[in-house]
């Protein structure tokens, strides 16, 4: 049983490893994508495409994540549960993608753009690719081979953005974002299906399926709630007011989210598999969350929270002035993704324990006061919005918590505990950074001043004074060097 844990435990700080590496790079490259085509395309451009993206987000939602979660949390699974998954889940992604294609003429006549139309239906590609990588992804998962996702981003991230920036400069305009993320989709689908092991056989059971299709429809329901109301503002915003509004938003967002993005992939991918290990022993699931979240909290409180104090300054040396009225929604967003990648650990917790309908049910009593802050913020502008997402985040994340307290022994006022010296530190140091920035020099050298003196001072007092966390960050080092 030991050697049997032992070996978990070096398959997750493996998988770990690998995961947060391909994020790393994925977020590493499509910053510097991002940032070259933000400097060449106009925000009305971004705007549209961002519409096309709300309704393909949401279409994901149901096909990507619930199906091939199931292939993840069930015991004892068997290659017919894949192609059983597989071609029920292709046949369902294929037919939202084609009630999309019906739809585009409307979305587009809704808000007078004739632009909208085409680039959903080329870009609702991405649909049914969504799906076919999550099975893949799932296959994978099982088995903790992080490694493999590595190189299918790599290729993916590199050549589409390399697409991307050429259409630019070519003078394409939104169809430029367009072919960076469908032929991101396209690469990363395809280098998946020659190193996953997976290819789809011609055997299917339906009575396989059904057990799947319960766990994985609620699981379903549950991210299409989640997603549908995560859409929501943007949508509001895109109706409301203007799809340059929206540009703005979304470009807020971007930034933080290239960051809790990547670094929320990597949690949810490994401590998914692992917890589902442990469903039935709550000792062990509450030492794995607990160990998860101060790890995440550790990396993510002085990033988030350093990143909301320079914005400013990084978003006009990098996006030029054109981007400025971004950076309050960055500062927002910032905030909100503290809180929102906390409360992500307790629903992978409640995912492996089994609790499906637990998650389908909090979220039905969550989305009702999502649109009460919804409703009163979308009187006083975009801003609010993204003000009231925040406060709703706080909300959620209480909710999110509670049934951790039973199925895993883990209380929310016991993880407050837990991070509580993370807060502390990164609150001295979000002081020092924002006391540099008061000073009268150029600002690209205030900016390398406040990120160089943040960053050693907080490893710096992490090391002084033997923070549990960073320890725990060192010994996954220590076990990866060790293991080559």
């Given amino acids: 049983m030991e050697n049997n844990s032992q070996q978990i435990k070096n398959k997750a700080i493996n998988g770990f490893f690998w995961k947060l590496s391909e994020r790393v790079l994925a977020q590493l490259v499509s910053f510097i994508v991002s940032v070259v085509l933000a400097r060449i395309l106009m925000p009305e451009e971004y705007g549209v495409v961002a519409i096309v993206l709300i309704f393909i987000t949401l279409a994901n939602a149901l096909v990507s994540d619930g199906l091939g979660a199931s292939l993840i949390q069930k015991n004892d699974v068997e290659k017919i549960d ?27 006549a809704v808000k007078k753009n004739g632009l909208i139309a085409p680039i959903l239906i080329v870009l609702g590609i991405r649909i049914p690719l969504a799906f076919v990588n999550s099975v893949q992804q799932a296959y994978i998962a099982r088995r903790m081979e992080f490694k493999k996702f590595f190189f299918s981003t790599l290729f993916g991230t590199v050549i ?7 259409m630019a400069y070519g003078g394409w305009g939104a169809w430029a974002l367009v072919a960076q993320y469908l032929s991101n989709s396209i690469i990363d ?6 190193t996953s092991g997976y290819v789809p056989g011609l055997s299917f059971s339906l009575t396989r399926l059904k057990p799947l299709w319960a766990y994985g429809s609620m699981i379903m329901t549950t991210n299409f709630i989640g997603s549908f109301f995560d859409q929501l503002k943007g949508l509001i915003i895109a109706v409301k007011y203007t799809s340059t509004d929206l540009a703005f938003f979304n470009r807020g967002e971007r930034i933080p989210l290239l960051i809790t993005g990547n670094l ?9 598999p692992m917890l589902s290990r442990y469903q039935d022993e709550k000792a062990m699931l509450r030492k794995v969350a607990s160990r998860f979240l101060k790890i995440a909290m550790y990396v993510l409180f002085p990033v988030m929270i350093g990143l909301a104090i320079v914005g400013d300054r990084l978003v006009c040396l990098l996006l030029t002035e054109k981007w400025a009225q971004c950076i309050p929604y960055l500062r927002l967003v910032c905030l909100g993704e503290l809180v929102t990648i ?20 909090y979220e039905l009593i969550k989305k009702p ?5 919804l409703f009163v913020a979308m009187m006083f502008g975009p801003l609010a919005i ?35 010296p993370t807060i502390m530190l990164t609150g001295c140091m979000g002081l020092i950074v924002y006391s540099i920035g008061k000073l009268k020099l150029g ?3 205030v900016l390398i001043l406040q990120i160089v003196s943040g960053a050693v001072f907080y490893v710096g007092v992490s090391v002084l004074m033997k923070n549990e966390s960073f320890g725990y960050l060192l010994d996954i080092v220590k076990e990866k060097l060790e293991s080559r």
């Avoid at 292709?90 to 585009?104: D, T």
């Avoid at 589409?160 to 050429?166: D, E, K, W, Y």
């Avoid at 689908?189 to 020659?194: A, E, K, P």
Wanted: hydrophobic letters at 60%; charged letters at 5%; glycine letters at 8%.
């Fill in 189 to 194: 689908t395809l280098v998946l299906f020659v």
């Fill in 369 to 373: 006061l999502y649109l009460a802050f």
């Fill in 160 to 166: 589409s953005g390399v697409i991307g920036i050429t």
């Fill in 342 to 361: 906390w409360g992500l650990c307790n629903v992978q917790v409640i995912k492996a324990a089994n609790g499906a309908s637990i998650l389908l049910k």
């Fill in 264 to 272: 929320s992939a990597a949690i949810a991918a490994v401590l998914f």
């Fill in 443 to 445: 600002d690209l050298t």
């Fill in 386 to 420: 993204a003000l009231g997402n925040v406060l709703y985040c706080v909300v959620a994340l209480f909710i999110n918590a509670h049934p951790t307290a039973e199925m895993a022994e883990y209380p929310l006022y016991e993880q407050m505990r837990d991070v509580l």
């Fill in 82 to 108: 894949f192609n059983s998954v597989f071609y029920a889940g292709l046949l369902l992604s294929l037919g939202l993608y084609g009630l999309l294609c019906l739809a585009s003429p409307v979305i587009a």
